[in-house]
């Protein structure tokens, strides 16, 4: 925690920069740990050496130029266009190929691109007064964001339980006249799988309607893998009636947070993603994303991290992240009670249970008091939990202590038993709707989940948390989480 020296972020006088820095560190201390293989979401680490150092040369050298306005930064312009350039390249588009007259942008995040490709897609039919988004329900929570954003609305596809996936004749039956955009990933997020994408793009072809593959996850891994052999099928833009890709360069491209890459098939299509301004006093505003003031420092590490490791920097890295996937895909076969839940085809291993007396979400807490961290994610539809493995580079070397930790914590989820929570808080989580919440039942609810409460934001052990939002009906998962966090986002004096 904070102590009270440092309490305040505006001091009556200046603390030296060393101290400052210290402060950082001491914060920093709290988080998980970014860099060693241990961490399997949110951060993506190739374990190279020097890299980080040059990402942040590059990113401090540009941290104060502003990309509202490239011809005042020609520098960023030059690195913005080399980045849509490199992922085009790798997307199947560029000279010499059958999209030649791909443009793109360069964005803060996945979610900024989807957000922006809806978008695009909407303000191309401005006769729409509904326009409607085809989502498979494994796509990505920012389709769903943006459609609440943009005021689009949203037909989800169901996927298959066993294959994870969509089928295109679902998503045939889902577009209607005012669909404005069919989505499909590259691979979904949660289980790793890619969707049928020629077919889903034929069928949106079909239609006269965009399609969109979110690759933000995949996009800069799944081209790697098939050169090093791996069954990847067609999901960029060689396959016809793909409009746009997004991919960030954040995510498998090992670049500091803050850039993804928005790519679309010709300029007519990318259009309606602008919005200029010219009616008022001040600058004429002309944006081709979400911000306008935004800091060159991503971009220039982004660009740093592409030219310093290369196609032959990237390969290696994605021999090493296969060579992780197949050894932890092999660790979690070995144990008796679970299951992955897809073969993986990607960068992702996901797993569940299929014995009752072994409880997942007291699983992950056992992982992470063994300084393994995965990522639960709550039973869906038909869908059982599972946990989630986003594998990188950096975990290869991590590989042969995993299955034996992963045996140990599994042998001491058993022994500790499924979570037990109080009937009658089962039975209001699952009978509760968020219209009855009241913010003295959040409260109790926070405090007896330990939330907010004790020396850190959080309880050490977060099964008991993960079992009621199991437990509760999707919107009512919403407004809890809402709340829970709102309760956690409260300013120090
Ligand atoms: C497939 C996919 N799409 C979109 C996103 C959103 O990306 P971001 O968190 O950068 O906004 C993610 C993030 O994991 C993702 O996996």
């Known amino acids: 925690m904070i102590d009270e020296e440092r309490a305040g972020a505006l001091p009556a006088e200046g603390v030296p920069a060393e101290r400052v820095l210290e402060e950082v560190r001491g914060l920093r201390a709290l988080d998980r740990p970014t860099h060693g293989g241990r961490l399997f979401a949110y951060v993506y680490d190739p374990g190279v050496a020097g890299l980080d150092e040059l990402a942040h040369a590059a990113y401090a050298a540009s941290a104060h130029v502003n990309g509202l306005d490239p011809t005042a930064f020609p520098s960023l312009l030059a690195m913005e266009n080399a980045l849509v350039g490199a992922a085009a390249r790798l997307l199947g588009g560029g000279p010499g190929t059958s999209a030649p007259d791909v443009v793109g942008s360069v964005t803060g995040g996945g979610t900024e691109s989807l957000i922006l490709a809806v978008k695009a897609a909407r303000d191309a039919r401005p006769e729409l007064a509904e326009p409607r988004l085809v989502v498979p329900v494994s796509g990505h929570a920012a389709f769903a964001k943006a459609a609440h954003y943009l005021r689009v609305a949203l037909d989800p596809v169901p996927v298959d339980p066993v294959t994870l996936r969509p089928t295109a004749a679902d998503v045939a039956a889902a577009i209607r006249p005012e669909t404005v955009l069919v989505v499909c990933s590259a691979p979904s997020y949660a289980h790793g799988v890619v969707d049928p994408v020629a077919e889903i793009a034929a069928v949106a072809a079909a239609a006269g309607v965009r399609c969109h593959v979110d690759a933000c996850f995949g996009g800069w891994a799944l081209p ?270």
């Open 224 to 493: 790697w893998l098939r050169r090093l052999g791996a069954p990847v099928p067609p999901f960029d833009f060689a396959v016809d009636g793909v409009t746009s890709i997004s991919v960030d360069l954040h995510k498998y491209a090992y670049a500091p947070k803050g850039v993804s890459v928005l790519l679309h098939r010709e300029p007519a299509l990318r259009a309606p993603q602008y919005f200029a301004y010219a009616d008022w006093p001040g600058y004429t505003m002309i944006n081709s994303v979400i911000a306008s003031t935004r800091s060159g420092g991503p971009i220039a590490a982004a660009y740093a991290t592409l030219r310093h490791l290369g196609e032959d920097g990237y390969l290696r890295l994605a021999a090493l992240t296969r060579e992780a996937v197949a050894g932890l895909a092999d660790a979690v076969r070995r144990v008796d009670g679970l299951r992955l839940m897809a073969e993986p085809e990607s960068t992702v291993v996901c797993f569940t249970g299929t014995d009752p007396g072994l409880d997942l979400f007291v699983l992950v807490d056992e992982l992470t008091a063994r300084g393994w961290h995965t990522q639960p994610q709550l039973s869906y539809a038909d869908l059982p939990a599972s946990v989630h493995l986003t594998v990188t580079a950096a975990v290869a070397p991590r590989v042969a202590e995993f299955g034996p930790a992963l045996a140990d914590a599994v042998a001491a989820a058993r022994a500790a038993g499924p979570v037990q929570l109080p009937p009658e808080l089962l039975a209001l989580a699952g009978s509760l709707t968020p219209e009855a919440l009241t913010p003295d039942l959040i409260a109790g609810l926070a405090a007896g989940l330990g939330i907010g409460g004790g020396p850190g934001p959080l309880p050490d052990r977060m099964a008991a948390v993960n079992t009621l939002l199991n437990a509760a009906p999707i919107r009512l998962r919403e407004r809890l989480l809402v709340e829970f966090v709102a309760l956690l986002q409260r300013p120090t004096w």
